[in-house]
T-cell receptor, first 114, second 115 residues
């Protein structure tokens, strides 16, 4: 158990809909990262928040947005869903190891768009 | 533009033998490299890492080697055990803006250790 929680585990929805994925980081971690893993693809970095503020943006579509709340949990909002958005979405929080930041991943949310 | 490449999608190894997983990168700005292991229905878990100032890091059965001139790293697992069967992701990190670090992941190699 990494200490990072994600809900829901599975989500099935139709094209054009909007969904919200939720992540709670490890206790004490201020950073939250969101990643997308499509079939046979690596983990694609989407966005990072640090203590409520957006820190870095990766290959995140304009239809997707995220935020981090004062209690440090984060939500990833996906709208106008397309079939190609079906993927595993992982959240990670990071902690400083003394030499670098190490990421701890949640179990993921599997999104299926039909 | 795949900056971190794992060219072998799968690998099968006999129990007790050595498993060697390879990873290539293109960006010379990467200064920290990590390996993650992922079981089905779970998130990736951190396995081992190496800084660019080193060429080898060992942790029990796991050793990571870094060849900066070739922009290549490898993970050695000796001896391989059936429980090592998983997908292994290589990741590279570089200091980015605002003191944060950007992580780029490879596509993963599925290791199967045969009993």
């Amino acid at each position: 158990d990494s200490g990072v929680t994600q809900t829901p585990k599975h989500l099935i929805t139709a094209t054009g809909q909007r969904v919200t994925l939720r992540c709670s980081p490890r206790s004490g971690d201020l950073s939250v990262y969101w990643y997308q893993q499509s079939l046979d693809q690596g983990l694609q970095f989407l966005i990072q928040y640090y203590n409520g503020e957006e820190r870095a943006k990766g290959n995140i579509l304009e239809r997707f947005s995220a935020q981090q709340f004062p209690d440090l949990h984060s939500e990833l909002n996906l709208s106008s869903l397309e079939l190609g958005d079906s993927a595993l979405y992982f959240c990670a929080s990071s902690t400083y190891s003394g030499t670098h930041y190490e990421q701890y991943f949640g179990p993921g949310t599997r999104l299926t768009v039909t | 533009d795949q900056q971190v490449k794992q060219n072998s999608p799968s690998l099968s190894v006999q129990e007790g033998r050595i498993s060697i997983l390879n990873c290539d990168y293109t960006n010379s700005m990467f200064d920290y490299f990590l390996w993650y292991k992922k079981y089905p229905a779970e998130g990736p878990t951190f396995l081992i890492s190496i800084s660019s100032i080193k060429d080898k890091n060992e942790d029990g059965r796991f050793t990571v080697f870094l060849n900066k001139s070739a922009k290549h790293l490898s993970l050695h697992i000796v001896p391989s055990q059936p429980g090592d069967s998983a997908v292994y992701f290589c990741a590279a990190s570089a200091a980015w803006t605002s003191g944060t670090y950007k992580y780029i992941f490879g596509t993963g190699t599925r290791l199967k250790v045969l009993a």
